[in-house]
């Protein structure tokens, strides 16, 4: 006959959830855990759990009956409290029993419409940020929410410390929301100049977080960068594997380089660091590092990641991180036969699970350093025309035909699809692109007398997107083209007279 209080229920979730934090605290910013990396806990009583979530049905319920009676204060934090619960047990690992994670959805949504009335009134900073770090981290949310939370968090913006902007910055990036609360993020946190800046008392975690947020966003605030590199350098000691990887990713995201760059090298290559880092972490890792276009020093460090992670756990690397650490050592001009055999042979055994751009990338990269560039290549081409190319950006179809041409495999299977989706989306091809696929198509290229009516459509269609656009690249190139086809064509006559 007991029937706990919202208070009780809250408690209890709490002590289940604090039990199982190591699940999501910081490396949350990752996409995903990596295989045979889970932190594996005791698997919960799935029926006890099911009871208690039912009070908290039934809690919630009674709440939201009485929110217009008073006691705001006390609901809002016990539900921002129940929110972070329900989050972190959402990726209890092992997973929950399936009857009770059925559940959740409808609870976040009673937590929605309980917490909506009270947002701009009754709750307190830490309360706001608590509850938009849950909702985004479950997944759940409407945005009129996530909005109506920021609108809170600006009107006691002087209020809030180094964990609340945090928290609301991952909130908003996780959700894709920019809301007018970061354009002041910066203002206040380095308002009382740089002694007394309240980024002083960023920890490390907050630093990362922050910096993860802006860059997910594409919000280019300089100044704050500035700042926070300095506190990230002062700090530098103090960062997570995965908090020193998403800081460095997000200066990257920016073309931000960062002057804790050097420090933080240094960190990774010495003690054991670098052995703590999983497939995510290092694939982030170098492609910040190839974005920033490091200077040579930093082939000694693409060498040591190659030693201590990438040839250790090659078979653990998912699609994205095997495009990312191969775009990463081609770009860099890295060479390591080593690395591209083995994530190469990765690829091609689970080539269907890539994204085209990811697929276009990794074909790019084998091409470039002459590794594993004909069957990649190959396996890419016939990967590519086994989906509907219309959900290619023309970028990866453009660098895809690139790269079999540098494989000495010139790209006839691709060349009429891709003409076809010239036609039918013209505009979305731009001047690179065009450019870089009149260069594919040159009759030294390795195109047969059979393919010459192939290509001259090709042609065809790219001169008619040059004489319609302003696109000075692909004009060039035309240019070029025409002048070697009428110098072959001089030469050929005075050799024949």
Same mark, same amino acid.
């Given at each position: 006959? @007991?029937?706990?209080?919202m208070?009780?229920?809250d ?6 959830a604090?039990? +199982? ?8 910013v990752?996409?995903?855990?990596? /295989? ?10 799935g029926?006890k ?6 009070h908290l049905d ?6 939201l009956?009485?929110?217009?009676t ?8 016990? %539900? ?17 029993p ?15 419409? =309980? ?22 981290? &479950? ?29 609301? =910055?991952?909130?908003? &990036? ?6 007018? !609360? ?9 308002? #009382? ?6 980024l002083?008392? @960023? ?12 860059? =997910?966003?594409?919000?280019?605030? /300089? ?7 300095v ?21 990257a995201?920016?073309?931000? *380089?960062?002057?804790?760059l ?5 960190? @990774?290559?010495t ?7 999983? $497939? ?31 040839l250790?756990? &090659?078979?653990? !690397?998912?699609?994205?991180? =095997? ?12 060479? +390591?036969?080593?690395? @591209?055999q ?7 055994r ?24 004909? #069957?990649?290549?190959? &396996?890419a081409?016939i ?10 950006? $023309? ?6 035909c690139?790269?079999?041409? /540098?494989?000495?495999?010139?790209p006839?299977? %691709? ?11 013209? +505009? ?23 393919? /010459? ?8 269609r ?27 064509? *001089?030469?050929?006559g005075?050799?024949?007279?």
């Amino acid at each position: 006959m @007991f029937q706990p209080d919202m208070a009780d229920v809250d408690a209890c979730l709490n002590a289940l959830a604090k039990c +199982n934090q190591d699940t999501w605290q910081q490396t949350s910013v990752f996409a995903d855990r990596n /295989e045979g990396k889970q932190h594996h806990l005791p698997g919960l009583d799935g029926s006890k759990l099911l009871h208690l979530l039912e009070h908290l049905d039934k809690a919630l319920s009674r709440a939201l009956a009485s929110v217009q009676t008073g006691g705001g204060q006390d609901l809002s934090r016990q %539900l921002a409290s129940t929110a972070w619960a329900l989050a972190s047990l959402a990726r209890w690992q092992p997973p929950l029993p399936a009857e009770v994670t059925a559940l959740l959805p409808g609870l976040f949504a009673r937590i929605e419409d =309980t917490a909506g009335p009270l947002i701009r009134d009754w709750f307190e900073p830490h309360n706001l940020s608590l509850l938009a770090w849950a909702l985004a981290r &479950a997944g759940v949310g409407a945005i009129s929410l996530f909005r109506n939370i920021g609108n809170a968090a600006l009107e006691r913006i002087d209020q809030l410390g180094p964990k609340e902007f945090a928290n609301l =910055t991952w909130a908003f &990036a996780t959700v894709k929301l920019k809301h007018d !609360f970061l354009g002041q993020v910066s203002e206040r946190i380095l308002a #009382e100049g740089s002694r007394q800046s309240l980024l002083l008392d @960023f920890g490390e975690q907050d630093l990362s977080t922050l910096t993860w947020g802006f860059a =997910t966003l594409r919000l280019k605030d /300089e100044q704050l960068l500035r700042a926070v590199a300095v506190q990230a350098e002062a700090k530098i000691h103090e960062f997570s594997v995965p908090g020193l990887v998403c800081t460095v990713w997000g200066f990257a995201t920016l073309k931000v *380089k960062p002057s804790f760059l050097p420090s933080a090298i240094e960190r @990774f290559q010495t003690g054991k660091t670098s052995d703590r880092l999983e $497939p995510r972490g290092c694939s982030m890792l170098l492609w910040s590092m190839a974005t920033l276009r490091h200077d040579e020093k930093s082939e000694l460090f693409y060498l040591h990641l190659a030693d201590r992670c990438i040839l250790p756990l &090659a078979q653990q !690397f998912h699609a994205q991180d =095997t495009s990312n650490c191969l775009w990463a050592f081609a770009t860099a001009r890295v060479q +390591n036969q080593a690395v @591209f055999q083995a994530l190469a042979g990765r690829a091609l055994r689970d080539i269907g699970s890539f994204t085209s751009q990811a697929l276009a990338n990794v074909a790019w990269a084998c091409s470039k350093m002459r590794a594993a560039d004909v #069957e990649i290549a190959d &396996a890419a081409t016939i990967e590519a025309l086994r989906r509907p190319l219309r959900t290619w950006s $023309p970028q990866a179809l453009v660098t895809l035909c690139w790269a079999s041409a /540098e494989a000495k495999i010139p790209p006839v299977r %691709l060349l009429g699809p891709v003409t076809d989706e010239m036609r039918s989306r013209p +505009n979305a091809f731009n001047d690179v692109d065009l450019a870089t696929l009149t260069l594919v198509l040159q009759a030294d290229r390795g195109w047969g007398p059979e393919d /010459e009516k192939l290509r001259r459509a090709a042609l065809l269609r790219i001169a008619a997107e040059a004489s319609r656009r302003v696109l000075p690249r692909t004009k060039h190139m035309l240019k070029v083209l025409e002048d070697r086809n009428n110098g072959d064509a *001089k030469s050929r006559g005075v050799r024949k007279s």
